[in-house]
């Protein structure tokens, strides 16, 4: 088998870079590991960066997008249980969409197919070969292990995946810092106790309320690293959420059926160069930040839009200093994504070395950011997102 370009991972990242691609004219082939039914069911990010709804609409995939998101115009911040709104769409003009990771994977794929692009589910890449001149990605499929050929490997395939593992030691240079907390997250029959987001700081930890519905909760709650989430009963989930969300009464938070229930661990962490002769690391490939600023998914979607840019322009001209630039153009937002996501995480989160010292300065960045307008005008512009060009 043979393509311009294959990709690997059908995630938001190689479905996105596949679509950019075809529109360029430009043939991809996807490899992915898992069932169609499980990438389109796999709960993920929740928002979305102004630009990616345009990117979405422009490019013919926005249509269900349009119709079943939710707009959102800002986010509330609570402190110990008293919110305090911010309003992105005041401060910057933008706001941001509220619809789940698994529905934009769901509306690639149908795009995708629908186009005539080649997504082989349930087909693991098992290593890359001769990523200096001409790549082959072997891969096992019905209990055959076969070879896609290609000019040029799309590493798309999250942080657990070949890619970034088959590019030579002391070639990539990695940048982490793992958090000590994860979040449990659950998915809930409920509607959110409100229409914004809101992100609760709490003496006993933080919380986040949001949504993939009015009447289907995303909620989230800080806890330890490596909890068992067995340790986590629905009574206990939903009395730290009222508590956490400040709802001494009981009557803010209206609990519902938990269709879904998941610990995520938190860290950040960045590979450079994202890119090794003719392989190039896209997303969670390259890079992790804590969802606390919601810019994984986005990040995504901005490193295969530079990316599918790049390899249009050396199909069509033979040109290759955008590919040669790709990392380097994709790590200025990257960083400042992280820089944000660090910022969102270090000042809602309780830190279990924090002195009372910490206590006081943290305490002192949300009445900061919930009082002025300055320092809530540089929230509410990294989180509807940077300007991509
Ligand atoms: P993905 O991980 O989405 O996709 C990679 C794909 O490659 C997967 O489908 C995988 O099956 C496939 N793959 C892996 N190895 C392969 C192989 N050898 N062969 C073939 N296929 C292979 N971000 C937010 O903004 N907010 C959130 O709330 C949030 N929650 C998250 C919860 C979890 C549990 C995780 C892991 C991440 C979360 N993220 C969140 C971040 C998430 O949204 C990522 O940023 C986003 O999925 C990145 O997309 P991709 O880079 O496409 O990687
Ligand atoms: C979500 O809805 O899953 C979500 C929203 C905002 C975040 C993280 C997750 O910062």
């Not at 939710?70 to 008293?82: A, C, F, T, V």
């Not at 959110?192 to 809101?198: F, G, K, R, V």
């Not at 909890?227 to 209206?254: K, M, N, Q, S, Y």
Request: with cysteine; proline share 4%; glycine share 10%.
């Amino acid at each position: 088998m043979r393509t311009q370009v294959g990709i690997v991972g059908a995630g938001p990242a190689g479905l996105m870079l596949s679509h950019l691609l075809h529109l360029q004219g430009i043939e991809s082939v996807i490899l992915e590991s898992r069932s169609r039914d499980y990438v389109e069911n796999r709960l993920r990010a929740g928002v979305l960066e102004h630009w990616v709804v345009d990117l979405l609409t422009q490019t013919g995939v926005g249509a269900r997008m349009s119709r079943e998101g939710l707009m959102h115009d800002g986010i509330n911040i609570s402190i110990e249980g008293r919110l305090h709104p911010i309003n992105f769409k005041t401060l910057t003009g933008r706001g941001v969409m509220v619809y789940g990771q698994h529905e934009v994977v769901k509306d690639l794929i149908a795009k995708r197919l629908a186009d005539g692009g080649r997504i082989l589910f349930e087909a693991e890449a098992l290593q890359v070969d001769d990523i200096a001149a001409n790549p082959t990605i072997h891969f096992r499929k019905d209990g055959k292990t076969q070879v896609l050929a290609c000019d040029f490997v799309g590493g798309c395939d999250g942080f657990h995946g070949i890619c970034r593992t088959s590019i030579p030691d002391g070639v990539l240079t990695t940048f982490e810092r793992t958090y000590p907390f994860g979040w449990l997250g659950i998915l809930s029959a409920s509607p959110p106790p409100s229409h914004e987001l809101i992100y609760a700081y709490h003496q006993r930890g933080f919380a986040l309320f949001s949504m993939r519905s009015p009447t289907v909760s995303r909620l989230y709650l800080q806890c330890d690293p490596d909890e068992d989430v067995a340790t986590w009963p629905d009574g206990r989930v939903w009395e730290e959420l009222h508590i956490r969300l400040g709802d001494d009464a009981r009557t803010r938070l209206a609990e519902g059926q938990v269709l879904q229930k998941g610990i995520t661990a938190m860290r950040s962490f960045v590979v450079e160069p994202m890119q090794h002769q003719r392989m190039f690391l896209t997303g969670d490939a390259a890079h992790i930040v804590p969802p606390t600023g919601a810019k994984g998914m986005n990040l995504a979607i901005a490193d295969v839009l530079v990316l599918s840019r790049a390899l249009t322009a050396f199909y069509r001209t033979g040109g290759s200093d955008l590919l040669e630039g790709y990392s380097h153009t994709c790590l200025q937002r990257i960083w400042k994504a992280q820089r944000f996501s660090w910022y969102m995480t270090s000042m809602l989160h309780r830190f279990p070395a924090d002195t009372l010292f910490d206590q006081r300065r943290q305490r002192a960045e949300l009445d900061y950011v919930t009082s002025s307008k300055a320092a809530a005008t540089a929230l509410a512009e990294n989180y509807v997102g940077l300007p991509m060009d």
